[in-house]
């Protein structure tokens, strides 16, 4: 085959992957291995039971005599034994066989699963408690295949690790067993296989990496897949379905590319394993005869062997083969775990009480600067909140006004300054508990695929009461709900597509009503709004003025009329602030322009 990269890794790999086994599993694992062990004795120990009854073939009568014959066990047996009794003893080994295999298959599918499971809710844990300014800058693709695809290769990469394991038993036992009837043959036999697995390792190293660039292939159609998902409306009304078909039926073309020539180098790598296994056989017939001297009885035994160590050779080198094409599964796992762990968010280990704001939540000169980036998105940026106002953020794109939010609701922590919650410093402690105090609203809102009353527990982290949520409803304008066909029972879509914009926004507001939070975020929150339900929205918002404060971002000039204080803000700081309810918006400036 054509010479593929040396792959020193993936030995780190497998071996990284059997540690976590035998860390993870630890017992079980070694039951399992016993199971393994007891189902291959015996199925030995019934195929070494033939010996004396092969041995019989040609004399008369039923009744074996044991006192001259030489087999392995023979001393344990009586001297005389009826040819019948024999063969019950072989149909009894044989259900003894399959009553392990069975308890073996099973055990082993939980463990497997166990693992894999463990892994996967670990990675989804890892994902949930990284850093909010790390996760929000790794592609979500990468993410929902590690979950998904990858966890199912590390799957069938840990079931193929067993099988391997189980065929080096059944070797081992075969080996002893092939010993005790002759030392000469039995070499032959081994020795003829681990060749054969020797020269089968340039097709070992075509498949590991046939791996490499399979993993890379279902990254991009994964990729591919989201984008145009995400982008299903916009792409539509662009007519830009032929590219992204275009694009996608592209990496599809490459990976069956992969595919066919990996197809076609490994079969004749199968080929050839096969042809030298029938190879060995006949030389071990033509051996046995003419140069062992062996009886025909021992002849047969060692063939049954034989049968039996032949596929399990071919088995090691077909589960090595897949194992190598599966195990960048694992490596891909454990990079990304070990990515999101370094940057677990300190905060999520904190369980101290935070303080709902009396007066006041000052950020006190902060600054922040996202990773890879060279430009700060906040530079030494002083604002203050106060309790019970709805406070506005207005700016060019890119100002940090999304940043600033983050910060207040916790999500990132200052680099530099401090949030002073009444004058006192919020600490990496409190931020978790701070986040239960909040409540945010994003321009695109997330909905499940649910009804209404399910899209709105998810505020309140189970089933609620339906007057409850109904009162949100009402409260974030979005008393439409009381007049639909089927109520709270509406069914919302994917993403909430069954609804107009407007009426997932205010949907939304309601869900982070429903918190009953001290602070409400609003991002862009109004914008699929039309005039009429921004005004009875911002009435709604005007409502909660005195019972908890509010801060929203927005372009439109209607809720910035309506603020307590609005704060411009550019590249990062605050430029201008004004007190419209007292002092009206300022002709001059950024809201000048803005209401003109």
């Known amino acids: 085959p054509p010479r593929a990269p040396a792959t020193p890794a993936a030995r780190g790999q497998l071996a990284s992957l059997v540690r ?13 291995l016993g199971l393994l062990v007891l189902g291959t004795l015996s199925e030995g120990a019934a195929i070494m039971t033939f010996l004396p009854v092969l041995q019989l073939v040609g004399a ?14 023979a001393g344990l047996l009586p001297a005389m034994i009826p040819l019948g009794v024999l063969l019950l003893v072989i149909v009894g080994l044989t259900a003894l066989q399959a009553f392990f295999n069975r308890s073996k298959a099973v055990y082993l599918s939980d463990l497997i699963h166990d ?136 990496i599809l073309g490459q990976t069956k590319a992969d595919a066919r020539e990996f197809t076609r180098q490994s079969t004749i790598g199968s080929g050839l394993f096969q042809f030298a296994v029938v190879s060995g056989a006949a030389l071990f017939i033509w051996v046995a005869l003419t140069w062992a001297h062996l009886d025909v009885a021992r002849i047969v035994i060692l063939l049954l062997l034989f049968m039996r160590t ?12 897949q194992l190598l094409v599966d195990l960048p599964a694992w490596g891909a796992i454990t990079r990304l775990q070990d990515e999101l762990r370094a940057e677990r968010d300190p905060a999520m280990a904190g369980h101290d009480p935070a303080p709902a704001p009396r007066d006041e939540i000052r950020l006190d000169h902060v600054s922040w600067r996202f990773p890879g980036e060279s430009r ?4 030494d940026c002083s604002l203050t909140l106060r ?34 919650v009444d004058g006192a410093a919020l600490r990496p402690g409190q931020l978790r508990r701070w986040r239960d105090r909040t ?85 862009e929150a109004t914008s699929a709004l039309d005039w009429e339900n921004e005004e009875a929205l911002i009435r709604a918002i005007d409502g909660l003025r005195g019972r908890m404060t509010v801060l929203a971002i927005t372009h ?14 550019e590249a990062g700081r605050v430029v201008a602030s004004e007190r419209p309810r007292e002092q009206g918006l300022q002709a001059e400036g950024y809201l000048g322009r803005m209401t003109s």
Request: net charge positive; charged share 20%; aromatic share 8%.
């Open 20 to 32: 976590a086994l035998r860390h993870l599993e630890g017992r079980r694992l070694w039951i399992g």
């Open 310 to 321: 032949a596929p399990r050779f071919m088995g090691m080198q077909g589960a090595v083969q």
């Open 115 to 250: 693992f894999t499971n463990h892994y996967r809710t670990a990675l989804f844990r890892d994902v949930a408690q990284a850093r909010w300014a790390h996760v929000a800058r790794i592609p979500r693709a990468r993410i929902e295949h590690a979950l998904t695809g990858e966890i199912e290769r590390l799957y069938l990469a840990a079931y193929l690790v067993l099988s391997s394991l189980q065929n080096l038993v059944s070797l081992g036992l075969y080996f002893v067993l092939s010993l005790a009837i002759s030392v000469p043959m039995t070499l032959l036999s081994y020795g003829f296989g681990v060749v054969a697995l020797a020269l089968m390792r340039p097709f070992r190293r075509l498949a590991r990496h046939y791996g490499d660039r399979l993993q890379a292939r279902r990254e991009g159609q994964l990729a591919a897949v989201s984008e145009f998902v995400g982008s299903l409306k916009m792409a539509r009304s662009m007519n830009l379905e032929d590219r992204y078909l275009g694009l996608f039926s592209s």
């Open 439 to 523: 409540g945010y609203v994003a321009q695109e809102p997330f909905m499940i695929n649910g009804t209404i009353r399910e899209n709105m527990a998810i505020a309140a982290g189970g089933p609620v009461d339906d007057e409850r949520i109904l009162r949100a409803l009402d409260l974030a304008s979005a008393g439409f709900v009381r007049n639909l066909p089927a109520g709270l029972d509406t069914t919302m879509g994917d993403r909430g597509a069954l609804l107009s914009g407007g009426e997932r926004q205010r949907i939304a507001v309601a869900r982070a009503l429903l918190r009953e939070p001290d602070i409400l975020v609003l991002d």
């Open 376 to 379: 700060e998105a906040l530079s």
């Open 60 to 73: 008369q009568g039923t009744t074996i005599d044991l006192s001259g014959m030489d087999f392995p066990g």
């Open 556 to 569: 439109r000039p209607a809720i910035s009329r309506a603020a307590d204080a609005v704060f411009v803000m």
């Open 387 to 420: 309790a019970g106002e709805l406070t506005v953020l207005v700016g060019p794109s890119g100002a940090g006004k999304s940043t600033l939010a983050d910060i207040v609701m916790g999500l990132l922590e200052p680099q530099k300054g401090a949030v002073l």
